[in-house]
């Protein structure tokens, strides 16, 4: 379902056994469920959850306001629109960082290259200490090459809130109860340049000269979750530019 529909981020379902059903809620944080109840002995409850998922509003089911998937799909960011070109990759687990990554533009056709982005929406630990716009920065800061851009950075709202697994879950109510849970948050961010990923490249001798780019370069990195793009910033062939970072090793200053 969370592959399926990108701009939903959590999800509730009813499962039915032996005259009893329980209701579960799963969120990039993992799955919660309730106690059983007796379909003929609690059928006001059941009555409750039916009109819930029929009259509240879709942001109270799971659904992201910013995403919106009709016609031609929208990602609102800041009040800046960006419609989905193609999607480029995408993480088919339901707990952890989940991440997605589409091809976008500001203009139905693209006026130019440069109006071509990459969004990468991804759920973050909450006890990461450096977000990754900041890495992303700091590298750009001292002129690394093959790093890609941060047009814009953001945390999704929902509801006038900050989007995270603690909006379901909340801390105080876990911690309570002594249960384990990873509370993330969802962010966004806007990158340039786009580019085809690696699995395009032309040749064997394109995906060698790919590589090279990323480790020939003015730093030490500690690479996770690393998708390569191949860009025509050169005149004479295509580049490679790594999509994320986990951890910055060491940095050389310029």
């Known amino acids: 379902m969370f592959d399926a529909q990108p701009n939903r981020v959590f999800s509730y379902s009813l499962a039915f056994c032996n005259g009893q059903y329980r209701l579960y809620m799963y969120d990039r944080a993992g799955g919660m469920y309730s106690r059983w109840y007796d379909l003929h002995e609690s059928p006001i409850v059941l009555l409750r959850i039916l009109c819930a998922a029929a009259f509240t509003p879709t942001s109270w089911l799971g659904i992201d306001d910013t995403f919106d998937r009709r016609l031609h799909p929208v990602i609102t960011i800041d009040d800046t629109r960006y419609f989905i070109i193609a999607k480029c990759s995408s993480s088919c687990v339901i707990r952890g960082r989940a991440t997605h990554v589409w091809f976008v533009t500001t203009s139905v056709p693209p006026s130019d290259s440069d109006d071509i982005f990459i969004i990468k929406d991804s759920w973050v630990n909450e006890e990461r200490k450096l977000s990754e716009a900041q890495i992303l920065e700091e590298l750009n800061y001292h002129n690394i090459e ?3 851009k941060v047009v814009k950075a953001c945390t999704v709202q929902r509801d006038g809130q900050e989007d995270s697994t603690s909006l ?40 060698v000269t790919c590589l090279l780019d990323l480790v ?20 004479t062939r295509r580049y490679g530019v790594l999509k994320s970072y986990i951890e910055i090793l060491a940095l050389t200053t310029p």
């Open 168 to 207: 379901c879950c909340p801390k105080a109510f876990m911690s309570h109860f002594n249960w384990q849970y990873d509370h993330r948050v969802h962010r966004r961010l806007v990158l340039t340049p786009a580019g085809c990923p690696i699995t395009h490249a032309e040749s064997p001798l394109e995906v």
């Open 146 to 148: 093959c790093v890609p």
């Open 216 to 235: 020939i370069s003015e730093g030490s990195f500690s690479y996770g979750d690393t998708v390569c793009f191949l860009t025509n910033k050169q005149p």
